[in-house]
């Protein structure tokens, strides 16, 4: 039996739908009618990206022929142009869900949130008019960004903003920061983009209360839960290690219940990720603590190991998935 048959018949047994809407549906399947819409709104992300990508390179490669107060005047009438553009289809703020007529605008508006981006950078880079460094750049853009995403109810332009206050905070999460461990260099930063992990937690839960923005929570779990694994990860190679084995268990612990809470099987196994990444290091720290043979007794336990990983991780997906289509905690 097919997998979405299945579910439909665990609608029926669950008495949430009747026989009756269960045929009609067979008979919706059985005609094999299917949507473009996916397909359409993602070559539609896909050409915003290539979009901005272009204007950057545009920048870089006329530079000295087009002028830097002609680039910035270009870039800054774009970035009217699509808030304009939007602000004209726009239903207006509402603390719920808002959508555009036409999900075009909702691309005009996520064009909008990375020129400014582009457009911040650039300014800085040339002029240094923000202040020292880029931290005045990645806070202006993150305050735009938060603009538009809260009044043109945008959760692309939400995830920019968070995304910008990191980067104001000091951390980067590139691939290559990632594998050198060098996503931040300052001690000061630690705690800065811890403090901004538990700020977006605490926002999680005020707008869960009180039921603003809801649609926008998957977003700041999300970032707050990286911003904490991202930093507790790179404190166990610190002096604290021991304060940041607590910090980041008790992360897990709150992401877990977190994940059933939101059904989101990408956080459920983000949280395994981080911690499991966590323990494996905090072994490590311990193990130097004593006198041991550390070496030889990883070569002989790393392939049980590793296969006893693999297996409790797959393992403990299907169980969360389990427990989700049941609607079981």
Request: glycine share 6%.
């Amino acid at each position: 039996m097919k997998h979405k048959e299945w579910l439909a018949k665990r609608l029926v047994e669950r008495h949430l739908i009747n026989e009756d809407q269960f045929s009609k549906i067979q008979i919706y399947r059985e005609r094999r009618i299917f949507s473009l819409r996916s397909e359409l709104l993602f070559l539609m992300y896909g050409g915003v990206l290539a979009f901005t990508t272009g204007a950057g390179m545009v920048i870089y490669n006329n530079i000295d022929a087009i002028g830097h107060i002609a680039l910035l005047a270009i870039l800054l009438c774009l970035i009217i142009g699509c808030y304009f553009l939007a602000f004209r289809k726009a239903k207006g703020f509402s603390k719920t869900e808002s959508e555009f007529d036409n999900p075009v605008y909702d691309y005009l508006v996520l064009a909008g949130s990375l020129l400014t981006v582009v457009f911040f950078s650039y300014l800085q880079t040339r002029f240094n008019a923000l202040g020292d460094g880029y931290n005045g750049a990645a806070l202006a853009s993150a305050i735009v960004a938060f603009g538009a995403a809260y009044y043109f109810d945008n959760r692309s332009s939400y995830a920019i903003g968070i995304t910008s206050l990191a980067a104001f905070v000091g951390i980067t999460a590139t691939p290559e920061a990632v594998v050198r461990n060098e996503m931040y260099t300052h001690p000061a930063q630690t705690y800065a983009g811890l403090g901004l992990a538990i700020a977006l937690a605490f926002w999680y839960e005020y707008c869960r209360k009180t039921r603003f923005k809801v649609h926008f929570n998957s977003v700041s779990v999300h970032f707050a839960l990286h911003l904490t694994g991202i930093v507790c990860l790179k404190g166990l190679f610190e002096d604290l290690w021991p304060a940041f084995a607590c910090i980041l268990a008790a992360a897990t612990y709150y992401f877990y219940l977190k994940s059933y809470e939101t059904g989101s099987t990408t956080l459920f196994v983000f949280v395994m990720l981080y911690a499991y990444f966590g323990l494996n290091i905090f072994g490590g720290r311990f193990w130097e603590l004593l006198d041991f043979p550390l070496l030889e007794f990883l070569a002989f336990v790393s392939p049980l190991y590793i296969l006893a990983s693999i297996y409790f991780f797959i393992k403990l997906t299907r169980n969360f998935n389990h427990n989700i289509n049941d609607g079981e905690e």
